[in-house]
């Protein structure tokens, strides 16, 4: 082993001194058995501290002979590798099987990246998710061997299904050899990224630090090439902890720059060509706008088509309030369009298709015998069997297996060349039509919002309202799904920038919400900008750690929690149920509601550190409140309050 000759007392100093008193100490007492029986220890005292982890491990080694002192163990490696890579967060709980990174993180690399702390490790996984979909970049979690896989495992599925990068670093002890105690047996593992190899975009276990580092970048590389998901890493601990070998030169691989796969200049044409020629085109967009420039794109390809477009609402694709956005009457515009342009659609067949039927599904196409469809998705260059995120299969007339957004401007230039004045004027008279129908469709809209204005429960509508009028002219973004309220953010704010809404979780997993709109503001943070998030009850529940990670690191994020005290989802299908069943509703709250007692999400987020108001059943009451928490949040904060509300 190469032995440095400079000192670092400050990072091990204090374990290389314990380590050679205790040596010291072990060869007086066994130098000779009379020696060994005079000096033999006196028995513990009651109630006597027990002997610290360093005293512990210096027990464990005393006798060795040189003291286990390692001035460059491979651990340092991964950190300057994770480096390199401008990783700006650790998120994770921490676990002894990747100890060896943890420390080198936080004294050798000066905590950077940053360790954001969690109590759980879906939590850290899930924030690596809401991450990823602001800044639009891979952060980095830990997890515990066998317990913490299996822990992470829900929001590592949520984040594939949503198509977020993430770098999944899992610690193991693959020798058992040197596994210390049961519990690393039962905490190790024979293939680490076994279980959730399915919903990983690629794994591997390094068995070298040149392994390690190549296997890590090309990790980064994957999870950020279209279509992004995350990506496992296992961590040998004894790779971690052990020396550089003495030929190991600790090379860093070079990144590459990312090129997505874009539609190629033949096909661009040829799709061009079809979107003019359509009388009733739509654009359907699913996850098209990556980035900020996809929906300067997007509405720049509309905008020259003067063509409707249907957001589905999984990102922030297109502005709400453009006249071209059709979202408000997404089935009439299907029904009548002759050409359907997908971009990275989300089920592309349940978006054209009603699938009803009061016993079994019961499939009807709502679009014209004739219209054609093309699809535009990354999503046909990687496909696994056997989680099936991949829909039912539909029909289409073109199927182009390229990024959406990447393919974008390839389709601008097309329609540019293609598209003649007399056409231009056509197409202006399609848009000024189309712009006056959204126009009744918002106003219809707002009417139904003032249904109920005064009620308590609070509607959801007035609830998502009194937020928006008291943060519209902040440089807000919504990081929580609007699915759970009936959609009203979408339907009534004015989103027109990329991180105005983020989308909901991919798996539709119960827990996504609280710890991933707590990562989204962490991202938002540095950008001075106001996160708030309209959170459901039931979802908190599942992950109300993620709170006190919020105020530990100063994540300043306002939450209003749409508390209708129960699984409302799932009253819904048990209505449903006893109808088709022919039996009474009064039943169905028993295993689904939330009461008896009614939980005070205010109090527990005091408990946690965040500071809170509620329950709020008036609705007078609500917009001073939202009012007092945007300024805790524009200090620097989280704010919780709790509104008890109607059901959606």
Known sequence: MAKSTKTSF???????GAAVGAAAGATALVSTPQQANAQAPAAPTRGAAPPSAAQVEAERNAGSGAPPFIERPGADYMIDVIKSLGVEYFIANPGSSFRGIHESLVSY????????TCNHEEIAAAMCNGYAKIEGKPAVTAVHGTVGTQHAAMAIYNSYCDQAPMIVLAGNRRDSSERRSYVEWVHSVQDAAAMVRDYTKWDDNPGSLEHWGESM?????????????????????????????????????????????????????????????AENPVILTGKAARTPKGVQLLVELAELLQCAVVDQKRRMNFPNRHPLNQTLRQRPVLQQADLIVGLEVWDFYGSIHTLG??????????????AKLISISANDLFFKSNYQTFFRNTEVDMS???????????LIEAVKRQLTDDRKRTLAE???????????????????????????????????????????????S???????????????WDMNKHYHYIGGAGGEGVGYLA????????????????????????????????????AHHRIPILILVHNNRAYHQEIMQLQRMAGQHNRGFEQCGIGTTITDPNIDYAKVAQGLGVEAFGPVTNPAELGPAIKRGVEVVKSGRPYLIDVVTQGR
């Not at 009061?358 to 015998?369: D, G, L, M, P, Y």
């Not at 919504?478 to 009534?492: A, E, G, I, T």
Request: glycine share 8%; charged share 25%; hydrophobic share 40%.
């Open 10 to 16: 400050a990072r091990r100093g204090f374990l290389k």
């Open 109 to 116: 690399g000066g905590n950077k990246p940053e360790f954001i």
């Open 217 to 277: 970048v090309r990790g980064y590389h994957l999870a950020t090439m279209a279509p992004q998901m995350p990506v496992m890493l296992v961590c040998d601990e004894d790779l971690q902890e052990d020396p550089y070998p003495d030929n190991f030169k600790g090379h860093i691989p070079k990144l590459p720059v990312n090129v997505q796969p874009a539609i190629d200049a033949g096909t661009a044409n040829e799709v061009a060509k079809m979107l003019l020629a």
């Open 357 to 370: 039927g009061r016993f079994k599904t019961e499939a009807r196409s709502i679009t014209k015998a004739d």
């Open 400 to 410: 182009v297996a390229a990024d959406g957004e990447a393919s974008l401007p390839a």
């Open 430 to 476: 399609r848009g000024k039509k189309l712009g006056e129908a959204q126009k009744q469709a918002l106003e219809q809209t707002r009417v139904a919002a003032s249904q109920g204005w005064d009620s308590s429960p609070i509607s959801t509508a007035r609830m998502s309202m009194e937020l928006y009028g008291a943060v519209k002219n902040e440089d807000w």
């Open 478 to 492: 919504l990081v929580s799904d609007s699915f759970w309220v009936s959609n009203w953010p979408q339907r009534l």
């Open 515 to 550: 710890p991933a709109t707590v990562g989204a503001a962490l991202a938002n943070k540095k950008y001075g900008r106001l996160s708030v998030s309209i959170q459901p009850d039931g979802d908190l529940m599942y992950q109300p750690g993620a709170l006190w990670t919020a």
